[in-house]
């Protein structure tokens, strides 16, 4: 599988040839393309929204969905390797970890296309959180990402998760060309509530290949609703 025929690239259409060659290159791993992405950088920003937004984040530590610490020039890496899940799924990994002061914070997701095209992200560990999610190329090549809709999946229970009580999240990445580094910055906010949880930073990609996927980037258990 090319860059061309990603299951990024199938979901976006024609806007995905207008992503930034590196961007392109970034999400065009898939399991016939044989190859990862792995980044390593800086976020030279990790916030928080007000005190009492940290039991919710704290909530989501538990299951590496969010991060309730904060910090500045933080490292961090992110893995992105293709694997065929045991529904026979494309998927791919999204895993982030930052090395705060208190120790590293894990921030999971893994991502399929769902039945009508677009791209579902099974946020956690155990995958109890499928996103829909929105990709669109802007006019400077870079990639804007925004989510949607909510299910929550434990065991035989599935529902539409409520806004109100959880966060949209607007996603940018672009790639630096006179730097040579992918720019990446996330906000989620609650639309009665505000802002929640947001980072900003930079990184450097390899490409390893993905015939080895590293077992600590895949979930628990994987869940076959979208």
Not at 163 to 177: I, K, Q, T, V, W
Request: include cysteine.
């Amino acid at each position: 599988m090319t860059a061309a025929t990603s299951m990024f690239a199938r979901a976006m259409g024609d806007d995905f040839r207008r992503l930034h060659p590196m961007l392109r290159r970034r999400f065009g791993v898939g399991l016939e393309a044989g190859y990862a992405c792995v980044g390593h950088g800086t976020m030279a920003r990790i916030r928080r929204g007000p005190w009492w937004t940290v039991p919710f984040l704290q909530i989501g530590r538990f299951r590496s969905i969010l991060v309730p610490d904060t910090g500045e020039e933080v490292p961090f890496t992110i893995e992105n390797f293709p694997y065929r899940d045991p529904f026979g799924r494309e998927t791919a990994t999204f895993v982030r970890h930052f090395r705060m002061r208190g120790g590293v914070r894990r921030f999971d997701a893994t991502m399929i296309r769902g039945a009508d095209g677009g791209i579902v992200d099974y946020l956690g560990t155990h995958q109890h959180l499928a996103v829909d999610l929105e990709l669109t190329a802007e006019p400077d090549g870079s990639l804007l990402l925004r989510s949607d809709a909510q299910r929550f999946y434990e065991g035989p229970v599935g529902f539409r998760f409520p806004m109100l009580f959880s966060g949209r999240a607007e996603l940018r990445e672009s790639y630096d060309d006179e730097a040579g580094v992918f720019r990446i910055r996330l906000e989620v906010r609650n639309r009665v509530f505000g802002f929640l949880f947001g980072y900003e930073g930079e990184f450097r990609c390899e490409f390893p290949d993905a015939a080895d996927v590293p077992l600590h980037v895949l979930p628990i258990r994987h869940e076959r609703r979208e």
